[in-house]
Each structure stands twice: as structure tokens, then as C-alpha cells.
């Protein structure tokens, strides 16, 4: 018994997807990896796209980590608005930084945020 409690514990504290992720960070990761691959003319990313969508993405994970902290942070809008800001400006300085990208990231960032750091 003790060596399937090591197996399921060592799958969520294993890099996620060989990607070196948490399982926090894989939720946020896949959805600019779809929409980004929506929007491309291949359907498939190039290793540079998926490493900015990494490096974003544990960056922006890592600042929501931060804000979440924030008492009532979904409840400030001035906090959401900051929040849709950095998203912004981390999406448009990527290889992969479409202007039609970001309404969409931001949206479904936040709400993701919200599942995932709403207390």
C-alpha cells in the first residue's frame, strides 16, 4: 500500500508533463498552448513557442500566487485590472504575442485564477 501512495505522491510533485510544471502552472500553460496553436497556421508550436508559453506562464502563475494573497483580491477591481495588465504585457512581449491573444488569455487566466486561488 505505502508503494501506491509514493506513486500517486510522486505524480504531483513530479515536473508536470516532463515540462518541469506544477500542476498549477500545466492548468495555466495549456490554455495559451491551445489558443496559441488556434491561432497558428501550423498545428504545431514551434520548441521556441513553448518555452516563452513556459516561461510566461510560471511567470504570470508566480504573480498570481502573489496577488491571490491580497484579502478580497477578486473582489478589488483596481487588483483584476493590474492583474489583466500583467498578463497583457506579458503576452505581447512574447514571439508568440498575438494583440488578438489577449483578451482571450486574460479572460480565461482569470477565471482559472479564480478556481484555482479564489478562497
Not at 32 to 60: N, R
Not at 82 to 109: H, T
Request: glycine share 6%.
Amino acid at each position: 500500500m505505502d508503494g501506491f501512495v509514493d506513486i500517486i505522491d510522486s505524480g504531483r510533485t513530479e515536473p508536470g508533463n516532463g515540462y518541469g510544471l506544477t500542476d498549477t502552472e500545466i492548468a495555466f500553460y495549456n490554455i495559451p498552448v491551445m489558443e496559441v496553436g488556434e491561432l497558428s497556421e501550423s498545428d504545431i508550436l514551434t520548441e521556441e513557442q513553448l518555452d516563452a508559453i513556459k516561461t510566461t506562464t510560471q511567470d504570470l502563475v508566480a504573480m498570481f500566487n502573489e496577488a491571490t494573497e491580497i484579502v478580497d483580491f477578486f473582489q478589488k477591481q483596481d487588483e483584476v485590472k493590474r492583474m489583466k495588465k500583467e498578463i497583457k504585457r506579458a503576452v505581447l512581449d512574447q514571439p508568440y504575442g498575438e494583440p488578438s491573444l489577449v483578451k482571450i488569455l486574460q479572460e480565461r487566466f482569470m477565471d482559472l485564477a479564480r478556481a484555482r486561488f479564489g478562497k
